[in-house]
């Protein structure tokens, strides 16, 4: 009901927009394929448009992209999703991707049609920061940093007003070894994150168990002025965490964090994993780069893409 109440109000506000502006009949059938849970031919026809110099410029092709992908993943009972041979085998992936894509393009949007569309779509950020967050504890829960690292990455890029999901990214860069970029990543998180920072309800339950996790890493680095701001965050934000009323619980977690910075045996499994697939046919340490999929293999980067745009939209300058 709360979703269908979404829509209802998604096709008033961008109706009323576009209407501001004289319709367009390809845009509006965006809306309508995807108000009709027709979201393959929504992918179909958005990905089509965004290689149309008259439209790779506009926002809603992303975001309509973007939500018909999430809404495929979450339905792989009627669509070919999820599988390395279906036709969609990453929506979550390309969900992020095209959400990162319409936050840029948006933000240059008055200049092309007098309108912004970002505030109009803030119950979608949180569904994608959601789903992403309980995929991200999941790996963490079983070890697979590497991919903790990626999926909080992805996360974070399309939806950068949350630096909980920057927070854990980090977490998970530290424990796969990769350290310097982890190391950064949570300061940085630690800079946006104070005692009046008011977290999204889609991470919120996590904060201070990463806060708890930081701490530890920062003290066994000498780091003592993060770790003890991260200390104090832990009673700032335990209220928010499931767990906080279970005090067996909650000190199960902090030994675990404790023994994962101190054991050399622990450190061990931020190596390769012959078994994860993110790391396959490769040795050492694992570091996710940019620009690369979770099979290890280049693919688009999102960022040579919007650059590619935002230079098309220049003028080619």
Known sequence: MRNFKFILILIVI????????GNDKKIDD??????????????QKGESLMQHDDY???????IYTAMSYY????????FSVGERESDYPKPLKMAEKHLYKFIKTDAK?????????????????????????KLGQYLYLNDKYSKVAYEYKNAYKAVPGDPVLLLWQGIG??????????????????????????????????????????????????????ADKAKKLIEVFKKYDPDEL???????????????????????????????????????ETIIKDGYGSDGNEGDSPDDELDKLEKEAGGGK
Do not use: C
Request: hydrophobic share 30%; aromatic share 10%.
């Open 14 to 21: 961008i109706s009323s927009k576009i209407s501001a502006q």
């Open 30 to 43: 965006l809306t309508f394929l995807y108000v009709d849970e027709k979201y393959d031919k929504v992918v």
């Open 56 to 62: 790779r410029r506009h926002p809603l092709v992303y």
């Open 71 to 78: 809404e495929m993943s979450k339905r792989p009972d009627k």
């Open 109 to 133: 949007a008055p200049k092309y049609y007098d309108n912004t569309w970002f505030g109009d779509f803030k119950e979608f950020y949180v569904q994608i920061a959601d789903t992403a967050n």
């Open 173 to 226: 860069e530290v424990k796969s070894k990769n350290t310097l970029e982890g190391e950064k990543n949570l300061i940085a998180a630690l800079d946006s994150i104070d005692e009046k920072f008011v977290p999204s309800p889609a991470t919120s339950g996590v904060l201070a168990h990463g806060m708890l996790i930081v701490e530890e890493y920062m003290r066994s680095k000498g780091k003592y002025a993060e």
């Open 246 to 284: 279970d005090k067996i619980k909650m000190e199960e977690r902090k030994q675990k964090a404790i023994k994962d910075v101190q054991d050399d045996k622990v450190m061990r499994k931020f190596f390769s994993d012959e078994d994860d697939e993110d790391n396959k046919d490769k040795k050492g």
